[in-house]
């Protein structure tokens, strides 16, 4: 076995054996630059130069009733956290216009909690209307929502349904006790059964093993999901994970090589902790490690980077922003 036939077979469409996964895991760190080409072009192959940009806004703060481990925003853990109901559609579509204006073609619109009501349920889909009429791609990570309300979104205008499963089902108690894996996986399928393009993936750092993180990934691939969120945990003060330390550069290189290997047709979009892991000296280095997108501007308790300065280091990586 060598990297460089796992390469041709991911290449040649196949799936890798467990064999061939645990031959990638245990590659020495010293291979490391050599797994990262292999990654990058498999994502030239499959995505061309092209690289996503997506931004968000945390539209709904705060008072969650899940107690996911790694989150500011839940209601168990006491930390400190923005907290409002859903804002006016016209704020969100104001500031899907300022991400417009620096280049972003896709924007979500996230909100804390588990459910959707009514009340929110028609914020969501007035503002959904909004950005869509600003000629951008509308994506909501609202919580669970139910067939029906996917179904009124969609008609709206909807394009993306975005809801992590955040790691393996194997780890999932440990992270989060309030709800059941289940739940989650049963909102993902019921985004990809409603033809909207489906953002599913995870936050690492937060205690998985190498495991849990391969687990993930397979059944991402089985579920159907077009687009792979990867976060990297940054630890917030006052949440279960504040005391741990946040993956290191070249953990998180492997573990974005080894989604391009797992996942080679999926975006992967390069999401929150970025600049907590890279800091702006190396977030360069994640461009060529086979990643297809990543989310710029300000995340959802934490401030981000500039736009202006990730653009310039999309053209250093002989990448070009996608324009639609
Ligand atoms: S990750 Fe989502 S569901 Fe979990 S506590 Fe935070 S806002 Fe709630």
């Known amino acids: 076995m060598s990297l460089q036939t796992l390469f041709r077979k991911v290449l040649d469409g196949y799936f890798l054996a467990d064999a061939e996964i645990r031959y990638i895991l245990a590659l020495p760190d010293d291979r490391l630059n050599e ?62 216009a300022k991400a417009q204006a620096k280049g972003v073609t896709r924007f979500g619109i996230v909100a804390s909690g588990k459910l959707v009501g009514g009340r929110d349920l028609a914020g969501f889909t007035e503002a959904v209307r909004d950005v869509a009429a600003l000629g951008m791609m509308p994506d909501l990570s609202p919580g669970i929502l139910e067939p029906a309300q996917l179904k009124a979104l969609k008609k709206a205008g909807l394009k993306g349904y975005h809801h992590n499963l955040e790691t393996s089902a194997s780890f999932f108690p440990q992270m989060c006790t309030t709800h059941d894996y289940a739940e989650d996986v049963a909102a993902v399928r019921a985004g990809v059964e409603a033809g909207l393009h489906v953002c599913s ?5 937060i205690g998985e093993s190498w495991d849990d993180r391969v687990e993930l990934a397979l059944h991402l691939q089985s579920l159907g999901v077009q687009s792979v969120p990867i976060n990297f945990l940054h630890p917030i003060k006052g949440t279960p994970l504040e005391g741990r330390s946040p993956l290191s550069p070249e953990e998180a290189l492997k573990l974005v090589a080894l989604y391009r290997f797992l996942l080679p047709d999926r975006a992967l979009r390069i999401c929150g902790g970025r600049l907590t892991v890279f800091g702006q000296a190396r977030k360069a280095e994640l461009l060529k490690a086979g990643t297809s997108g990543i989310m710029v501007g300000d995340y959802l308790t934490i401030k981000g980077g500039d736009v202006a300065s990730d653009l310039e280091e999309i053209g250093r990586a002989g990448l070009q922003p996608e324009t639609a």
């Open 35 to 96: 797994l990262l080409a292999c990654a990058h072009a498999i994502r030239v192959a499959r995505f061309g130069t092209k690289i996503g940009l997506c931004a968000i806004i945390n539209a709904k703060s705060g008072t969650c009733s899940e107690n996911c481990s790694f989150c500011a925003q839940s209601g168990h853990h006491g930390a400190e956290s923005p907290e409002y109901p859903l804002l006016p559609a016209q704020d969100i579509a104001q500031a899907a």
């Open 201 to 205: 993936g995870g936050i690492f750092g």
